[in-house]
């Protein structure tokens, strides 16, 4: 294992290519040799403030798998809720602040992990990812994002999948295709999606309905530097058939337009225009021989129709099973003192 030099691990904006590939070949040699005990007498406290599935259990599991111990804490649920606003008076639902909560989990865990997604308010407050920003700022031990306005864990698991089934990626073409859902969901993942795939050279497509549904500015310029600098491209679409062409992997996922942020109403006669986005066969057809994925979780014939969730090209169980390997490899590197070239 190579070490890397991160404390924190909230977004891949500041790992260059070259560290995020290290934790892919670790992620790899996990997957063919999965215990070790290099988080021995390590632990750390995972606080989920949103459901999860894939997520609870791969980091639950892939810290034992380490020898390390985790405990997982709902706020609001099984712990105390927590207010992040300072100066504020606590007379609402949270018992306790993100100082004292933050200052407590560290003396317990050598690691805090938080999943809290937007409020669907209002997205300029969410923008700022302030939560997260809360516990790298009063916890003294380091923080991983298990999904806020990013998912940098599904980010690992996607690249991994992604150079499994292409090799080489660069210049390889990515579809970031928006998909239909009955509900606004967070913009997390498709910003993941287009940062990792532009991080390593893929010619990236963004495919959504309407100028309505195009990624904050933020992600869109984030990914155009980075195509800029492999020398790729960078494009958005509204035209399916254009888009799916000649696509190398196609990644679904829905989300909610940035303009009708906090108005689900408004932003419900849209979105029910576009239920033709469902990824189907037809689609899949026009690409080059694509592999399809998404992060899970999906609704079936609404996201993506049974025959391209049954079909051999879907792999997006493997990349949830990418995420146990991707997130051990992560772990690895931040908490373990293994220096570069040692065996873990
Ligand atoms: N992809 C993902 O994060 O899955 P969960 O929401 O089930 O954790």
Same mark, same amino acid.
């Given at each position: 294992?190579?070490?890397?030099?991160?404390?924190?691990?909230?977004?891949?904006?500041?790992?260059?290519?070259?560290?995020?590939?290290?934790?892919?070949?670790?992620?790899?040699?996990?997957?063919?040799?999965?215990?070790?005990?290099?988080?021995?007498?390590?632990?750390?406290?995972?606080?989920?403030?949103?459901?999860?599935?894939?997520?609870?259990?791969?980091?639950?599991?892939?810290?034992?798998?380490?020898?390390?111990?985790?405990?997982?804490?709902?706020?609001?649920?099984?712990?105390?809720?927590?207010?992040?606003?300072?100066?504020?008076?606590?007379?609402?639902?949270?018992?306790? +602040?993100?100082? /004292?909560? *933050?200052?407590?989990?560290?003396?317990? &865990?050598?690691?805090?992990?938080?999943? %809290?997604? !937007?409020?669907?308010?209002?997205?300029?407050?969410?923008?700022?990812?302030?939560?997260?920003?809360?516990?790298?700022?009063?916890?003294?031990?380091?923080?991983?994002?298990?999904?806020?306005?990013?998912?940098?864990?599904?980010?690992?698991?996607?690249?991994?999948?992604?150079?499994?089934?292409?090799?080489?990626?660069?210049?390889?073409?990515?579809?970031?295709?928006?998909?239909?859902?009955?509900?606004?969901?967070?913009?997390?993942?498709?910003?993941?999606?287009?940062?990792?795939?532009?991080?390593?050279?893929?010619?990236?497509?963004?495919?959504?309905?309407?100028?309505?549904?195009?990624?904050?500015?933020?992600?869109?310029?984030?990914?155009?530097?980075?195509?800029?600098?492999?020398?790729?491209?960078?494009?958005?679409? +509204?035209?399916? /058939?254009? *888009?799916?062409?000649?696509?190398?992997? &196609?990644?679904?996922?829905?989300?909610? %337009?940035? !303009?009708?942020?906090?108005?689900?109403?408004?932003?419900?006669?849209?979105?029910?225009?576009?239920?033709?986005?469902?990824?189907?066969?037809?689609?899949?057809?026009?690409?080059?021989?694509?592999?399809?994925?998404?992060?899970?979780?999906?609704?079936?014939?609404?996201?993506?129709?049974?025959?391209?969730?049954?079909?051999?090209?879907?792999?997006?169980?493997?990349?949830?099973?990418?995420?146990?390997?991707?997130?051990?490899?992560?772990?690895?590197?931040?908490?373990?003192?293994?220096?570069?070239?040692?065996?873990?």
């Amino acid at each position: 294992m190579h070490k890397v030099s991160h404390k924190n691990f909230i977004n891949t904006e500041n790992w260059s290519q070259a560290e995020l590939n290290q934790l892919l070949v670790d992620a790899n040699r996990l997957k063919n040799d999965p215990h070790n005990q290099s988080l021995k007498n390590k632990s750390f406290a995972l606080l989920f403030l949103n459901p999860s599935m894939r997520t609870r259990t791969s980091f639950e599991i892939g810290i034992q798998q380490l020898g390390g111990v985790a405990v997982i804490l709902q706020p609001g649920k099984d712990a105390w809720g927590i207010e992040f606003e300072n100066g504020t008076v606590m007379d609402g639902e949270a018992e306790e +602040h993100i100082k /004292e909560v *933050a200052a407590v989990l560290s003396t317990y &865990v050598d690691g805090i992990a938080i999943r %809290a997604f !937007p409020k669907f308010i209002d997205w300029q407050i969410d923008k700022q990812d302030l939560v997260i920003k809360a516990f790298a700022k009063y916890a003294t031990v380091p923080i991983i994002n298990m999904e806020t306005i990013v998912h940098p864990c599904q980010e690992l698991a996607l690249m991994m999948t992604v150079k499994k089934h292409l090799g080489e990626v660069k210049y390889k073409k990515f579809l970031m295709t928006w998909t239909y859902h009955p509900k606004p969901l967070n913009t997390a993942v498709a910003n993941s999606g287009i940062s990792i795939s532009s991080k390593f050279g893929m010619d990236v497509t963004l495919l959504c309905p309407s100028p309505d549904y195009i990624l904050d500015e933020k992600y869109i310029e984030l990914a155009k530097q980075n195509c800029a600098d492999n020398g790729s491209t960078f494009t958005i679409s +509204h035209d399916i /058939e254009e *888009a799916y062409k000649d696509a190398d992997f &196609v990644y679904a996922k829905s989300w909610g %337009a940035l !303009p009708f942020y906090g108005n689900p109403k408004e932003e419900w006669e849209q979105r029910r225009k576009y239920q033709h986005f469902m990824v189907d066969q037809h689609k899949m057809s026009l690409t080059n021989q694509a592999k399809f994925s998404h992060c899970l979780p999906l609704r079936r014939n609404i996201k993506a129709t049974d025959a391209v969730m049954d079909a051999d090209y879907c792999v997006a169980v493997e990349e949830a099973e990418n995420r146990l390997h991707a997130q051990k490899a992560m772990l690895m590197n931040i908490f373990c003192e293994v220096k570069s070239g040692e065996k873990s």
